[in-house]
């Protein structure tokens, strides 16, 4: 991940202590509320290496409940996160692992609520900056700084250049990967949009070899 600017190094506006440890942890947990798409009912999150060892201190615990609320980093809502959860009922577990991933501040966050289910794997890489880098076992590499389009299709050569020719025919796509699946004939298109078009969604919306579409804002 490159830093385009001596902004991102900073950081953004936050809710102290520390950029990873809290502005970071915050926007992985806004990123997979808005992909979830309504506030969970049921919130696991599993921390790595230093969130691991330090998240009750460092105050990662209530930047990923605060970001899972819809908080943004700035918000001062994110010190009471947690309280707000309890009072909306919502059911929240930390899970401590020992497992080293590749980078140290690493969080799985596993949602449920309606009916839904969500697993997310981010990051946060200093600067407040993030990388999601598994979304639903799908490799992905993501740093919410553009709206994000997840396209779940069942894969094949023909269904992959139908989806690859619609996608170059929109300028406001700024970038756009495949994925796939451990589980065979599951396909993943990530699509990195310029601005929100709800037109573009709409003209997926219209293959019927996609299986869900999710969509997430800025972060």
Known sequence: ??????????????????????????????????????EPK???????????????????????IGGLLGYDTYDKAIKTSLITANK??????????DIEYVHPNTAKIQLEGNGKYLEVIGKSIGGGKMVIFEIQGFDVELSA?????????????????????EVIKHDSISNYRFSNSVIEGNGLLVIELLKNEDKIINIFKKFSFINDIKYAEKV
């Open 42 to 64: 049921n919130i696991k999150i599993t921390l790595y290496g230093s969130f691991k060892d330090t998240y009750k201190g460092h105050g990662t615990d209530i930047a990923l």
């Open 88 to 97: 909306k009922k919502i059911k929240y577990k930390f899970i401590e692992s």
């Open 1 to 38: 991940m490159k830093f385009r600017s001596v902004f991102d190094i900073i950081g953004p506006i936050m809710v102290g202590p520390s950029s990873s440890h809290t502005a970071g942890a915050a926007r992985i947990g806004l990123f997979a509320r808005h992909l979830f798409g309504q």
């Open 145 to 165: 700084d553009l709206n994000t389009l997840l396209l779940f299709f069942t894969i094949n050569k023909e269904n992959k250049e139908l989806l690859k020719q």
